[in-house]
């Protein structure tokens, strides 16, 4: 685990930016799953404001780790907020992008989507491995759409599941703990203070760091990477 502690979340946006950057022109062909949240937003708008005509965006392939069972124009559609702030300002071919179609109905996505990421990713010991998977982290300590009351989901043998947010009730496509820990390198985004006690706990193995998904994030390549804000890391020695 490297931790990346910088000012704010427009700095965490603007160095992460330069570490993917770094991981595109590293690579002959980058296979990324994306988060949603705000501090991706910022990620987005920062690379396509630095570097969306420096990179070789055909190189880039986006998936997404998860998605809300939603169409596509919703606003809490994950792939709608990366078109709006990212995809829309690049060069990058439409077969380049898979998306979750939420607007399915959620099991048969599930498989579907587990599928997609079978055919085109690379297998490490026998799973499929993203290059690059990116996740965010809620107050809860949920990573992707896996959450506290239903960790067991981390464990799935699919690549893909169907989730439930404990409070809305609304369902969710993620992937699942085998695809993330296979992954080449996993990096959180994590900002604000009210990320602050989970991220301690994780860190420091304190408290009930065990009740959360954010804690199984330990990929067999052992990148990891944090990229925090000094709020975030404020529980942090």
Known sequence: MELKIYKDKQEVAAEFSNFFADKVNESDSLHVALSGGSTPKIVFDVLARE????????????????ERCVPPTDDESNYKMTVEHLLSKIEIPEENIHRIKGENEPKGEAVRYSEVIEQYLAESNGIPAFDLVILGMGDDGHTASIFPHEIDLWHSEKTCEVAVHPDSGQRRI????????????????????????????????????????ATLVAPTSNNLYWFLDDAAAANLS
Do not use: C, M, Q
Request: glycine share 12%.
């Open 174 to 213: 993620t992937i699942t703990g085998k695809i993330i820990n296979a992954a080449a390198t996993v990096a959180f985004l994590v900002t604000g203070e009210g990320k602050a006690e989970k991220v301690g706990e994780i860190v420091r193995r304190t408290g009930s760091f065990k009740d959360y998904p």
């Open 51 to 66: 570097f969306g005509s420096d990179l070789d965006w055909n190189k880039v392939h986006f998936y997404w780790g998860d």
